[in-house]
């Protein structure tokens, strides 16, 4: 019997196509990249067409060992990695480990991508192919193993040429700013613009100085009730802009105690279309807009239902389809049975004549679908019992908003009175909006959340956003004559005359950044949750009330870019960037060739911002605020958490090791800020006082309350548990004897003796769900997120 080897690159993706084939196939994982640039080094040849020197992961080389094993006694050898760029090259590093570096076969397309049920195509002669599963379900699984391709060189390219700007970008500008800024940091090629726009949102909004407007609405009842509000919409046919109450209270003066009349009344039907199913960036917006689901946490989620969950007797099922796409195009399969559904569960009114189609964006790969459930039939309710609560609510707005798209449009009567005062000196037009919804369509399923923030930014002149919110107005016929009516707290019968001031522009949550990403063309969907991710992760930006702000560090850093690397930081540069790597991908520009254009612009800046005084250049003169250990006068100091106040007595004999956090007045002068005490739930084991959360030169500790007559202390819980098993210690910061460095050890110290160098990071691999990642620091490509688990290889970019 013939044996088959598939080799994907997550063990849950392996196991849920194990149960979809026979005893023939053997399924293994390589939990992700086998291979990738060297961690210490730039590994890229700037003198030789930047040629990458690929080195086997730390941790990788057991897996790659037994892979080839398996690869040697099968007769067919399947690369089953994700169907994008990273899958790609996961799948070309496989190859060339099992074919021993073969010569790339460029110009053979992969058959696979095709998702007609037609009688399979010849397949290409060898032992290794490409295949490509958009779903994993039995009928994709096995249709594309009937149509088997080879690897896309077009789709290797374009992430060898990211992947080596990343690179280039990452180690030497890190380099750099750990002379100028300060050690530790690092840079990024997307990221970097990201944090731009994170910047000057807040500069806008320093700058931002509130005005003042007003507005006027009056209530008004005709013939027949209810009485309805109407808003001041134009005086003198200009539109109504009320600068001051003084203006406010001429035009109440004038219009009250009058008659109105109805002017005019426009009838119409209005249709609300459905949307198209998500593609990578609307589902993480939406998903941020209703679930309040950052983008990492919805990719996390995501991609365990395209992998597999165990429902019930269906076993390990794959939920939806691949999750980073940008085309919103549904197979002819999938639009039949959604079809299916809304004729069985909704009724035939509900149901389009023909099937709903939508645009593909420029630059979206065809080959790819939208992001929709596997099966159209299985509604959230059918498999919730078997989801966590989160992977629930995200399966539900998938599978709503799929269902949606296929079905009718919703449709409203809207009415739209015009109405003014008699006899008065200026002419003064009220308007009113009806809104009585006739169908509900497909919003009895779904409706796409908005950004409340940008309806609120109305400014001072701006007409009132007209919403589809149901608001009912009497009947009324034009000529019709109107009184006013008084209400509770209206000053004027029948008048209210309101003070406004315009606002500042919102800070970006995640859905606005995303929406900001995407129409500027910074960076990709697949990009944007490690975009996010990466800039709070290294403290250039953190999040107030769900919106960003920029960190004294991110702060400090963009205005080092500007100066130093304006062609980096640009907009316009980075967006025709992308679509560089996009005419990459397509085939149509070699990635040598869009590496060198972009190379040439960087290394110049880069020798430019060598010269730039940064942070560290500027030497702070002492303040006039004494140490109140030692009396000699405080020093501003760069650390961690940006800018502080330190005695400059640190290095003498015996040190002083006083510090405060500062803030600068308007008039330049400094003042310290007392340094906040957390409470906890611990008391000193010593003198029994409360054990209270701390931070020194080296960062947050507990010590007690009672200090210093007690000096008790212990290291501060990062809520990572001890990953030795059966232990139940919490990781805890060191340091060691010296001081000279922190370490990463087990609070059970000496019982449990686990240790670490690299920071714990208290989120989970989303490749092999280890239960935290670390923080790797290196002069040579800065801070980089990954696995604690080496043999995992996950890394996020950077």
């Known amino acids: 019997m013939a044996k088959s080897l598939i080799i994907v690159e997550s063990p849950t993706k392996a196991r849920t196509i194990s149960k979809y084939l026979g005893r023939g196939y053997t399924v293994m994982a390589s939990v ?60 070309w590093h496989l190859e ?26 010849e397949e290409p002669e060898g032992k290794v192919f490409r295949v490509l599963f958009n779903e994993i379900t039995e009928s994709a699984i096995k249709r594309a193993l009937q149509s088997p391709g080879q690897v896309d060189m077009k789709l290797v390219n374009a992430q060898q ?47 931002f100085r509130a005005e003042e407007y007003w507005s006027i609405a009056v209530t008004l009842s005709g013939t027949n009730p209810p009485p309805f509000e109407a808003k001041l919409y134009s005086v003198n046919g200009q539109d109504a802009s009320i600068a001051t109450g003084a203006d406010a209270q001429r035009i109440v003066e004038a219009i009250q105690g009058k008659a109105f009349v109805v002017d005019s009344i426009e009838r119409k039907e209005k249709k609300r279309n459905p949307v198209a199913p998500f593609i990578t960036s609307r589902l993480q917006q939406e998903a941020a807009r209703k679930l309040h689901f950052s983008s990492k946490k919805t990719m996390t989620l995501a991609q365990k239902l395209y992998e597999g969950i165990e429902i019930g007797a269906e076993g390990q099922t794959g939920l939806i389809t691949y999750m980073r796409t940008d085309s919103p195009r549904i197979s002819n399969e999938a639009m039949t049975e959604a079809r299916q559904v809304i004729q069985e569960r909704f009724g035939a009114e509900y149901l389009p004549a023909t099937p709903n189609v939508y645009k593909t964006q420029k630059a979206a790969q065809e080959a790819h679908e939208a992001i929709r459930p596997t099966s159209a039939a299985r509604d959230p309710e059918s498999i919730k019992q078997y989801l966590e609560l989160d ?96 209400l509770e707290g209206q000053t004027v019968p029948g008048v209210l005359s309101k003070q406004h001031f315009t606002q500042p522009p919102p800070r970006y949550n995640e859905a606005l950044l995303i929406k900001e990403l995407e129409e500027k063309g910074i960076g990709r969907p697949s990009t944007y949750a490690s975009i996010i ?34 062609d980096l930081i640009n907009v316009d540069f980075t967006s025709h960037m992308e679509e560089e790597l996009d005419a990459v991908e397509e085939g149509s520009k070699p990635w040598v060739t869009a590496v060198r254009e972009f190379y040439g612009p960087f290394a110049a800046d880069l020798e430019k911002a060598k010269t730039i005084p940064g942070p560290k250049d500027i030497v702070e003169p002492p303040t006039n605020l004494p140490c109140e250990k030692c009396g ?57 006082s409360p054990m209270v959360v701390k931070t020194g030169r080296f960062g947050k500790f507990v010590a007690c309350s009672a200090y210093p007559e007690c000096k008790t202390t212990k290291p501060l819980a990062l809520g990572v548990k001890c990953p030795q098993p059966g232990c139940g210690g919490d990781l805890v910061q060191k340091r060691t004897k010296k001081g000279a460095r922190a370490f990463f050890a087990c609070s059970k110290y000496p019982t449990c003796e686990y240790a670490m160098w690299d920071r714990p990071i208290n989120k989970a691999c989303p490749t092999c769900s280890a239960p935290f990642l670390i923080e790797k620091v ?17 890394r996020e970019a950077g």
Not at 193 to 202: D, F, P, Q, S
């Open 533 to 566: 991710s990466t800039i709070q992760d290294r403290k250039y930006a953190e999040k107030v009330e769900g919106r960003f702000g920029p960190t004294e560090t991110g702060r400090t850093v963009n205005d080092f870019l500007m100066k130093g690397f304006p």
């Open 632 to 688: 000699k006068m405080m020093e501003i100091k760069w650390g961690r958490n940006g800018k502080f106040l330190a005695c400059p007595a640190y290095k003498d004999k015996p040190p002083c090791k006083n510090t405060q956090n500062f803030e600068k007045l308007e008039d330049g002068t400094i003042k310290i800020v007392p340094k906040i005490e957390l409470t906890t739930d611990e008391t000193c084991e010593k003198c029994s």
């Open 161 to 207: 040429a990211r992947r080596v700007l990343d690179r280039i970008v990452g180690y030497q500008g890190s380099q750099l700013l750990w002379t100028k800024v300060r050690r530790g940091l690092s840079m990024g090629r997307v990221q970097s613009v990201a944090m731009r726009l994170i910047c000057e949102r807040e500069q806008e909004r320093e700058a």
């Open 96 to 121: 060339q480990e099992l074919l021993g570096n073969p010569k790339p076969k460029s110009k053979v397309k992969s058959k696979s991508k095709a998702k007609s049920k037609s009688a399979p195509t």
């Open 32 to 91: 992700g990249h086998i291979k990738d640039l060297p961690a210490s080094k730039l590994g890229v040849d700037l003198e030789h067409d930047f040629e990458p020197q690929y080195v086997t992961i730390k941790g990788k080389a057991k897996i790659l060992s037994e892979i080839k094993k398996k690869a040697e006694e099968a007769d067919k050898v399947y690369l089953a990695p994700d169907p994008d760029r990273e899958g790609e090259a996961i799948a």
């Open 391 to 486: 992977v629930y609510k995200l399966y539900q707005l998938i599978w709503n908003r799929f269902i949606a798209s296929q079905m009718v449009p919703a449709i409203f009567d809207v009415t739209r009175v015009e109405s003014s005062p008699v006899k008065t000196a200026e002419k003064f037009l009220f308007r009113s909006t009806g809104t009585v919804m006739k169908f509900p369509g497909h919003t009895i399923v779904y409706m796409e959340g908005v950004d409340k923030e940008l309806l609120a930014q109305k400014q001072k002149g701006e007409q009132e956003v007209e919403d589809e919110s149901e608001r009912q107005l009497p009947l009324l016929n034009e000529g019709e004559k109107l009184q006013l009516v008084s």
């Open 778 to 794: 290196s002069k040579q490509v800065g801070r980089s997120i990954q696995c604690h688990k080496e043999e995992c290889g996950y």
